[in-house]
C-alpha cells in the first residue's frame, strides 16, 4: 500500500538532470577563437605565441591523433555580469567522463604562465569572484588531441596506439568556449540532491533513512519553480536542510580521505605526453587548494615532481607554497611507482633512495609510506627493503582485483622473507579514483573485512589513470558526507595521519606472510620480451659500471667517478620499471621508445666501463668478472676465437687460454662436458640429460618439448592468462632441421629449426661448455671454525654448481659464451633460507624418530663403505650407468630396497648383529647414543653457519 518509490525516484531524477544541471551556469558570452595546429611533436609556449592563427568556429572538427592545437581565445566580461561569480567554460568535444585518455588542455594567461588545466569533468577556468564587469580576457591554450584507445572496451585492436600508425583524421569536434556566470545556489542544490540520491539509493528499503530522504526530496521539487530555477534554489535548499543536517551514527565508519591524481607515467599514451599530464593535473591541485583550505593531495614518484620542475617552473613554485601549507603531501618515496615483481632488489632499493632523497631535498620531508595502488603484484622482498629505507606502511588496492580468492584482509601486517613486517592497507572501496559517490560509500563499508576490530579505512579521491586530479565537486561532496546520518563519516587528511590513527586502534591486526599475489593481468609478465630483458641487461651494466668505475677512482689518480651520468642513467631505468612500461602493458609506441632507451643505455653504460677499465691499465687484454664468485668458462676474445680462461671474484685476469679440466665432446647429437651428458633426439627435444657426478637421470620425459595454447583471454587481450589456457594446445614436435654447428672442444652446439604456424619460425641453439673445476678444498664457514673434513656435504651442496651468470665484461667486443648450470661450487656458503629451513626440519624429524640420516652410497666425500658404515680401500665404483653396475642392484631393485627399508617400522634402524649371549642390546644402545650425539653436533654447526 502506497509505495511510492517509483514515483518520486523519478520525478527527482528528471527535475535533477534536466532542469537543475542545466542552470548552473546562468548566462554566457562565447569568445572569439582562433586556431594554430602545431606540426609534429609539441612545442614550447614561446613557438606558439609566435604562431599566425586563423579564425576558429565552434562545432568545428580539429585534432589528428597525438597532435597539438593551440586555441586563442579573447573576450570581455559584460557589465551585466558584475558582482556574480565569471568563470570560463571550455568544452573540447570531450568522450565520456574520463579526463586520463582523451583530448586534454592546459590554459596560459599572454605571459605563459599555467593557470588552469580543462578536461570532462573539469571544464572551467576561474575569472572573477565577483567580477566587476569589463574584465578583458586572453588565454593561449594548448590542447593535446589524443586519443581514446579504450574504445569499444579493447574489443578489437587499433592502429591510434603509435603516432607512426594512427593517420591524421580529426578526432574531435569543439563544442563550446563561453564565459559564463556560475549560479552558485543552483550549484550547491546540485549537490545536496546528488549526495542525498547517492545515500538513498544504497540504504536498504527496510531502512527508516531511506523514506525520510525519499519524502524531503519530494517536498523540495515542489517547492522548485520550473520556470525560475535560480530564484526558487535557496527555498528548495531550506526543505533539504534537515536531512542533510542529521549526524551519522556514533559507530560509523571513518573514511579517511586523501586527494589522489593517479598518473600513469606511461600507458595509453607516450613519457612525452605524461609530462604535459603533470602539469595539467597539479595545475587544478594548486587551484583547488587556493579554494578548499581543508583540501589535502597526496602525490608519488619524484621522477613526475622532476618534470614539473624542468618543465613548467611556475607550476613547480605552486607545489612548493602547497607543501609548505601542509596541502600537499609527497608520498611514497620512489622514483615511479615500479612494477612490484620485475625489478631486481638493487633496483627497488633505488627506487625507494632516489625517490627519498628528491622529497628530502627539495621539500625537508622524508617520505614514511610505500604509495603503491597499482602494480601488478608485489614479493615478498619488499616489507624488508620499505622498513630499511625508513617507511612505517605500505598501501595498495590491486589485489582487491583478484579473479578467483578474495583477499582476507584490508588492514594487517605484512611480513615479508625474512621476518619484517610493515603495516599495510587495502582501502575496502576498491578504488584509487574515489568519488565519494553513495555507491563508493556503501562498497567501502560493506567490503571492510576488519569490522569489530578496525573502525576505519582510506579512500585516495579524484579522478586518475591519467590524471585530472580532484575537483571542486568531490571536495563539496566530502564536505556533506563529513556527518551525515546513513553514510560513513568522511574527513580529509594526510596519509601519515590516517596510518597513525589505524595502527593505534589495530595494533594487534593479522600478519600476511610472502608475496602478495594478484589473480589477474598474470599475462603482462609474458609479453614485451625485449623491454623486460633491456631492463635486466641495464641493471647488470649498471652494477658492472658502477664496480669499475668505483675500481678506477680508488686506485687510477687521474680518474673521476662519473656520478652525474651513473645517477642520470640510473634514473632512466628506474622510470622504465613503471607499472605499465616494464610489463609490456602499453601502447606500442612506449614500447618502441623504451627499446631505444635501452640500447641508448647500454651503448653509454659499455663506454663509462671501458674508460674504468682503461684508467686501471695494464695494457693487454684481460677479462673482467663482476660477479662475487670465482669463474672458469669460455669467452669469446676481440679476434672472435674462443678461450677457457679463470677470473677471480670481482676481478679480472689477462686473457691467457688455458685447457678446462674436462673439455666438450660432441658425438652425433650428444653434448658432454664430465658434468652433465646431453642427447637430443631426431625432433629436437631432449632425450636425455644425464647428471655425471649425481649419476642419476634428470629428465622424467622427453625435455624440450614446446607447446602452443590458445590465447584467449575473457578480456584484455595480452594482460591475462585465465586458467582454461592449458585445456587446448599443440606441441611442436617436427622440427625442419637439427644440425651440430659447434663440435669445438670448448663450445659443443646443436642447432634445431622448426617452421610452424603461418610463416613462424623458431630457432633454438643448445650448448654445451666445459663445467668448472670443483673445488679440492672446503672453505670455512664461519670465520672461526671449519667444518670437518669427515661430515657429509649438505643435500643441497650434493651436486657443486656455479651460480646463473652476472654480468661480466671482457675487452673483445663480442659477448663472452655463457656457461651451462654446473660448474664451480658453492661450498661453505649459506644455503638458500628455504634450503636451510627443509635441512632443519628434517633433522628435527630425525631426531624425533631416532632415525638413522641417510648415507651417501659411497659414505662422506664419496669413499667407498660396507654394509655396517665402515670406510672401505680403494677408488669409488665407475658410474654404472642408469642400468646399475659392478657392485650394485639395478635402479628399480635398489628403489625397492629403499621402499622396503622405509616400512622396517617407526625406527626404520637396520638388523644389529646379536651381542654374545643371544643379545645385541649393548652395541644398539651405543649406536643409538652415538647417533643421537652426531645429532646435536650437527644442529650445533647449523646453527653457527646460519649466525655466520
Known amino acids: 500500500m502506497h509505495d511510492e518509490r517509483r514515483r518520486i525516484e523519478e520525478r527527482v531524477e528528471r527535475l535533477h538532470t534536466q532542469r537543475i544541471k542545466p542552470a548552473i ?28 592563427y586563423e579564425p576558429f568556429a565552434m562545432n568545428t572538427p580539429w585534432g589528428p591523433p597525438w597532435g597539438t592545437t593551440w586555441f586563442r581565445m579573447r573576450g570581455e566580461v559584460p557589465a551585466a555580469f558584475a558582482g556574480r561569480r565569471v568563470e570560463a567554460v571550455i568544452d573540447l568535444g570531450f568522450v565520456g567522463d574520463w579526463p586520463g585518455n582523451q583530448a586534454e588542455a592546459l590554459v596560459h594567461l599572454p605571459d605563459g604562465r599555467p593557470l588552469k588545466a580543462v578536461n570532462p569533468l573539469n571544464q572551467y577556468v576561474p575569472i572573477a ?17 589524443n586519443p581514446d584507445i579504450l574504445a569499444n572496451n579493447f574489443s578489437e585492436p587499433t592502429l591510434l596506439g603509435d603516432v607512426l600508425t594512427a593517420g591524421d583524421k580529426p578526432l574531435y569536434t569543439f563544442q563550446r568556449a563561453d564565459i559564463a556566470v556560475l549560479d552558485e545556489e543552483v550549484w550547491h542544490l546540485d549537490l545536496d540532491i546528488q549526495v542525498l540520491l547517492g545515500v538513498m539509493t544504497h540504504l536498504g528499503d527496510h531502512e527508516p533513512r531511506r523514506h525520510e530522504i525519499m519524502h524531503a526530496l519530494d517536498r523540495a521539487m515542489d517547492v522548485l519553480d520550473l520556470d525560475d530555477i535560480s530564484g526558487s534554489a535557496a527555498a528548495v535548499r531550506e526543505v533539504l536542510a534537515p536531512v542533510l543536517a542529521k549526524p551519522a551514527h556514533a559507530s560509523a565508519h571513518v573514511i579517511s580521505g586523501v586527494g589522489h591524481a593517479h598518473i600513469d607515467s606511461a600507458w595509453l599514451w607516450p613519457i612525452r605526453e605524461t609530462k604535459r599530464k603533470t602539469s595539467r593535473t597539479f595545475s587544478n591541485v594548486t587551484s583547488l587548494a587556493d579554494e578548499y583550505d581543508d583540501f589535502i593531495f597526496a602525490c608519488s614518484q619524484a621522477q613526475q615532481y622532476e618534470w614539473v620542475r624542468d618543465n613548467y617552473p611556475h607550476v613547480w613554485a605552486r607545489i612548493q607554497e602547497s607543501v609548505k601549507k601542509g596541502q600537499w603531501a609527497p608520498v611514497g618515496g620512489m622514483w615511479v611507482e615500479s612494477d612490484g615483481n620485475l625489478p631486481g632488489g638493487e633496483a627497488i632499493a633505488r627506487q625507494l633512495i632516489h625517490g627519498k632523497r628528491f622529497f628530502i631535498e627539495h621539500f625537508g620531508i622524508e617520505t614514511k609510506g610505500v604509495w603503491l595502488p597499482d602494480s601488478f603484484g608485489y614479493n615478498a622482498a619488499y ?26 584482509h584490508h588492514t594487517f601486517w605484512w611480513e615479508g622473507i625474512d621476518g619484517t613486517r610493515i603495516f599495510t592497507h587495502f582501502p575496502p572501496v576498491d578504488t584509487y579514483n574515489a568519488r565519494f559517490s553513495g555507491e563508493e560509500m556503501d562498497r567501502a563499508v560493506r567490503n571492510y573485512a576488519e569490522k569489530g576490530a578496525g573502525t576505519r579505512s582510506l579512500a585516495p579521491f579524484g579522478w586518475g589513470d591519467g590524471g585530472g586530479g580532484p575537483t571542486r565537486e568531490i571536495m563539496e561532496r566530502a564536505r556533506r558526507l563529513a556527518d551525515l546520518e546513513g553514510s560513513p563519516k568522511v574527513v580529509v587528511e594526510h596519509p601519515d595521519e590516517f596510518f597513525a590513527k589505524a595502527r593505534a586502534e589495530y595494533e594487534d591486526a593479522p600478519v600476511w606472510h610472502g608475496e602478495l599475489y594478484l589473480e589477474l593481468h598474470r599475462a603482462t609478465y609474458t609479453s614485451q620480451a625485449r623491454t623486460k630483458q633491456g631492463n635486466r641487461r641495464s641493471e647488470h651494466k649498471l652494477r658492472e659500471a658502477e664496480l669499475w668505475a668505483t675500481t678506477a677512482a680508488l686506485h687510477a689518480p687521474d680518474y673521476t667517478y662519473p656520478y652525474d651520468k651513473l645517477d642520470r642513467l640510473w634514473k632512466t631505468v628506474l622510470l622504465h620499471q613503471f607499472h605499465d612500461i ?40 684481460r677479462v673482467f668478472n663482476t660477479s662475487p664468485y670465482q669463474r672458469a668458462e669460455v669467452i669469446r676474445t676481440a679476434e672472435g676465437s674462443l678461450a677457457y680462461v679463470s677470473v677471480p671474484a670481482n676481478g679480472s685476469a689477462a686473457v691467457t687460454p688455458s685447457e678446462p679440466a674436462q673439455p666438450v665432446t660432441v658425438e652425433g647429437r650428444v653434448l658432454d662436458n664430465g658434468l652433465v651428458r646431453v642427447e637430443v633426439a631426431e625432433d629436437g627435444t631432449l632425450s636425455s640429460v644425464y647428471d655425471l657426478r649425481a649419476q642419476r637421470e634428470v629428465l622424467a620425459e622427453a625435455g624440450n618439448l614446446l607447446r602452443l595454447h590458445t590465447d584467449l583471454p575473457n578480456y584484455w587481450d595480452a594482460w591475462d592468462i585465465d586458467k582454461h589456457y592449458r585445456n587446448r594446445y599443440t606441441d611442436l614436435l617436427e622440427a625442419s632441421a637439427v644440425e651440430v654447428v659447434s663440435d669445438d672442444p670448448l663450445l659443443g652446439a646443436v642447432r634445431v629449426t622448426r617452421d610452424f604456424g603461418k610463416g613462424s619460425k623458431l630457432v633454438q641453439t643448445i650448448t654445451c661448455a666445459p663445467a668448472a673445476p670443483a673445488s679440492t678444498s672446503r672453505p670455512r664457514s664461519t670465520g672461526t671454525r671449519p667444518r670437518r673434513s669427515s661430515k657429509p656435504a649438505s643435500r643441497w651442496m650434493s651436486a657443486p654448481r656455479t651460480p646463473p651468470p652476472r654480468s661480466s665484461s671482457a675487452t673483445s667486443s663480442a659477448p663472452p659464451t655463457p656457461t651451462p648450470a654446473g660448474g664451480g661450487p658453492l661450498r661453505g656458503l649459506r644455503p638458500p633460507l628455504g634450503a636451510r629451513r627443509r635441512t632443519r626440519l628434517r633433522r628435527r624429524r630425525h631426531q624425533r624418530l631416532h632415525l638413522r640420516p641417510r648415507r651417501h652410497p659411497h659414505g662422506p666425500r664419496g669413499r667407498r663403505h660396507d654394509d655396517q658404515g665402515q670406510p672401505q680401500p680403494g677408488p669409488r665404483p665407475a658410474h654404472p650407468g642408469p642400468g646399475g653396475g659392478p657392485g650394485q642392484a639395478p635402479l628399480h631393485l635398489r628403489a625397492a630396497a629403499r621402499r622396503e627399508h622405509r616400512g622396517r617400522g617407526r625406527r626404520g634402524l637396520r638388523p644389529q648383529p646379536a651381542a654374545p ?32
Open 25 to 52: 551556469y546562468a548566462a554566457t558570452v562565447p569568445f572569439e577563437v582562433e586556431a594554430w595546429q602545431a606540426p609534429g611533436e609539441p612545442v614550447s609556449f614561446e613557438e606558439a605565441a609566435a604562431a599566425r
Open 129 to 145: 569572484n565577483p567580477a566587476t564587469g569589463g574584465e578583458r580576457i586572453d588565454y593561449l591554450v594548448e590542447a593535446a588531441s
Open 917 to 948: 649371549g643371544g643379545r645385541r642390546g649393548g652395541r644398539a644402545r651405543a649406536g643409538r647414543l652415538g647417533r643421537r650425539r652426531r645429532h646435536h653436533r650437527r644442529g650445533r654447526q647449523a646453527r653457527r653457519r646460519r649466525v655466520g
Open 383 to 408: 616489507p624488508q627493503l620499505a622498513k630499511l629505507a625508513g617507511n612505517d606502511w605500505f598501501l595498495t588496492q590491486k589485489i582487491s582485483w583478484n579473479q578467483t580468492n578474495k583477499f582476507p
Open 582 to 621: 616494464l610489463p609490456g602493458s602499453s601502447i606500442a609506441w612506449v614500447h618502441r621508445e623504451a627499446e631505444a632507451e635501452y640500447a641508448r643505455v647500454a651503448e653509454e653504460l659499455e663506454a663509462l666501463t671501458a674508460e674504468a677499465v682503461a684508467a686501471l691499465g695494464g695494457g693487454s687484454a
